[in-house]
């Protein structure tokens, strides 16, 4: 078990929805810092990562079906850790917070 700390982005409402996230469910959450692709798993963990697809700037949606993360724009798909599972993206989603 993470502390709780590390789940939250220090946004009252964004922290709610993140925090109302169910095991193995995601979703885009707006907070202060920008969007979240926030994603917990079945473990409780919570998975933060930036939306923004690396092909052009999109931003990805939770496909809930395939577990995953969907560019809208052209197709590209990211796992839930950000790798990328279909082009033409060819870098992963960044962690949420990293630059
Ligand atoms: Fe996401 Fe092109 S911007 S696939």
Redesign the pocket.
Known sequence: IGSVASHFVGDRHADGEIASLRPGEGMIVHSDEGKVAAYRAEDGSIHKLSPA??????F?QWNSAEKSWD??????RFSIEGEVLE???ISPLKEFGES
């Open positions: 697809c690396p092909h052009m700037g999109c990805v560019c809208p724009c052209h197709g590209s082009g033409p993206a």
